[in-house]
Every structure is written in structure tokens, then in C-alpha cells.
């Protein structure tokens, strides 16, 4: 069953345009945006919880930009041929200590994202 798998496996390879690396790394990738967009999210129900109105729209808006990223290169995967694999995603803080540490835990967040995209 194995053996037959896997001859399957390289069949399907073969109707793919996306090499079987760059589909593992584009996963990677959606899974880093995904959880970008989970911990933006729960940073803007802090705020929102916390009396931050405006930070947490601006916090809501950036779940809502990695969320598409994520979406755009999840898409990307199955369109020419591979298999997009939909992330688990690790349970991210929901509370914070303060409205600058939710600053600098989003600025972490966004600089080790846009490091792993380039």
C-alpha cells in the first residue's frame, strides 16, 4: 500500500507545475500568516476589551492583511497543481501587559514574517 502511495504521490507530482520544495515552503509560509493573523486578532480583542478602540481597528486590520496573504498563497498552491495544507495553528496569548507590549510583540510579529517571506 505504501509502494502504491507513493507511485501515486510521484504521478501527481508529475501534473503539478510546483516543485514538491516549494509547495513544502509555501505551506510554511501559509502557516506563518495564519498565525500572524490569529495573534493580530487576539491583540485587537485585548485592545478592544481594554478600551483601545483605534489601535484595535488598526490591530483588526492587520489579521485581516495576513489573512489574505495567507489565502492568496494557499490559493497559489492548489491553482497550479499542488496541495495546499490548511495549518494548525499554535494557541496564541490573549492577554497582554500593556498597550506598548502588544506594540512590540506585533513589531516582532511583522519583522520575523516579513523575514520568512523574504
Not at 21 to 30: D, R, S, V
Not at 65 to 86: C, D, N, P, S, W
Amino acid at each position: 500500500y505504501i509502494k502504491k502511495r507513493n507511485n501515486m504521490k510521484d504521478l501527481l507530482r508529475l501534473r503539478t507545475s510546483l516543485k514538491e520544495e516549494i509547495e513544502i515552503a509555501l505551506n510554511a509560509q501559509c502557516k506563518i500568516e495564519a498565525e500572524a493573523s490569529q495573534r493580530y486578532l487576539a491583540m485587537a480583542s485585548w485592545l478592544d476589551r481594554n478600551g483601545y478602540a483605534k489601535s484595535a481597528e488598526y490591530l483588526y486590520k492587520q489579521a485581516e492583511e495576513e489573512r489574505e496573504h495567507f489565502l492568496k498563497i494557499f490559493k497559489y498552491i492548489t491553482e497550479v497543481g499542488g496541495t495546499a495544507i490548511t495549518p494548525v495553528i499554535d494557541e496564541v496569548a490573549q492577554e497582554f501587559a500593556s498597550l506598548k507590549s502588544v506594540f512590540e510583540i506585533a513589531l516582532q510579529s511583522e519583522i520575523a514574517v516579513t523575514i520568512s517571506i523574504n
